[in-house]
């Protein structure tokens, strides 16, 4: 079974030894011995064979070798930097050769009624994933939390008008009708967000998040946003390098405005797994209180998790991705799924088949 390989931390080296990768990290401590204290160094040493490997997350002060670098890229492997703010501040990947009748056809459509078909399936998709989301909630505490569970249905009924809304929407190209549709998103998880911070205690101070459409802050200012912002940079990296593998330019969406540096397709794609992967893993680390309001410090007013919280958030969202679910009569991983959404986006755009956006409904 292929994994992704994730080297966080401080000192930490990732090099190649035969046709292994290696990481080497180094440990300092202190011990006692004959009634004394003394300090202690030592290197932890790991070897990898990169057929094992999907892809390399490197997150903190870890060094890279060249060598490293083209055993990798070699081997189809991208290497992926997210910095301590939750953002992917660099990505190096095999240069994969698209299919460029895909690619053309991408191009072609933006321009077209299938921008505008592909986007409002991508919101639906993520409309409705939110609602499954406050279902949950809800019914976690139709018993214990009357009042919170109605006014967590309250939104929810909300929600449930946004897609009535989102039905209505006609236009012959996303230029058109990008503006409506991202308001009818915005006010949509405003709802959302609204319901989900109902059920957080008030010493994590937040106090929502806003939609696609609205100016915010980039950066974090509580624990539970940098959770979200770190969270969603490791699935978005999973969604680049599956628009990539199913031939597509990552950097040539639809609903997302183009940008200089932008993976706007892979952003798309992503809005149909923020609440499966992420949300759901936020929720659950901060219901059970497995990371603390106080696990996080500020940096030039921006809020950066610690790194015993940073490894938790990491274990959960990685666990999830590799966690086996239905989808078209088979029961495979997320992980998997997002790749072959990435493929039907392809063949939609090829004429080759339908597409769909992914949802659940519990």
Excluded at 182 to 190: D, F, M, P, R, T
Excluded at 288 to 310: S, T
Excluded at 322 to 337: C, F
Excluded at 352 to 360: A, D, P
Aim: net charge positive.
């Amino acid at each position: 079974m292929q994994m992704r390989l994730v080297v966080d931390g401080f000192g930490k080296f990732i090099g190649k030894s035969g046709n292994l990768i290696v990481i080497r990290e180094k440990e300092k401590g202190k011990v006692k011995r004959e009634g004394k204290e003394k300090k202690y160094k030592k290197t932890k040493t790991k070897k990898v064979d990169p057929s094992e490997l999907t892809q390399v997350i490197v997150s903190g002060r870890v060094s890279l070798s060249t060598d490293a670098i083209e055993l990798l890229l070699k081997n189809a492997i991208d290497v992926v930097f997210i910095n301590k703010r939750g953002d992917i501040s660099g990505r190096l990947s095999h240069p994969l050769i698209g299919m460029a009748n895909t690619r053309r056809e991408q191009y072609l459509a933006y321009n077209d009624e299938r921008s505008v078909f592909l986007s409002r399936e991508f919101i639906l998709a993520k409309l409705r994933n939110q609602m499954a989301v406050l279902s949950n909630l809800a019914k976690a505490r139709k018993e214990s939390k009357k009042d919170v569970a109605r006014a967590i249905m309250y939104e929810r009924s909300k929600i449930e008008e946004a897609i009535h809304m989102l039905a209505k929407v006609k236009g012959t190209r996303i230029e058109e009708v990008r503006e409506e549709m991202l308001g009818i998103e915005g006010k949509a998880s405003n709802h959302y967000w609204d319901a989900v911070k109902l059920i957080f205690p008030s010493e994590y101070r937040f106090y929502g998040r806003r939609g696609l459409d609205q100016k915010h802050s980039r950066y974090a200012q509580d624990i539970i946003n940098a959770m979200l912002n770190y969270g969603y940079a490791i699935l978005h990296s999973e969604c680049i390098r599956a628009v990539e593998l199913a031939g597509l330019d990552p950097y040539a969406g639809f609903l997302h405005c183009d940008r200089s540096g932008r993976t706007s397709l892979a952003l798309d794609l992503i809005e149909e797994f923020r609440q499966q992967i992420v949300d759901k893993a936020v929720i659950k680390l901060i219901s059970y209180k497995q990371i603390k309001h106080d696990e996080c410090e500020f940096e030039n007013f921006v809020c950066i998790l610690k790194d015993k919280a940073r490894k938790k958030l990491l274990k959960e969202v990685l666990e999830r991705l590799e966690k086996k679910t239905q989808y078209a009569g088979r029961n495979i991983t997320y992980s998997s799924i997002i790749h072959a959404q990435a493929r039907r986006i392809a063949k939609f755009l090829r004429g080759k088949g339908k597409y769909e956006g992914f949802w659940q409904r519990w």
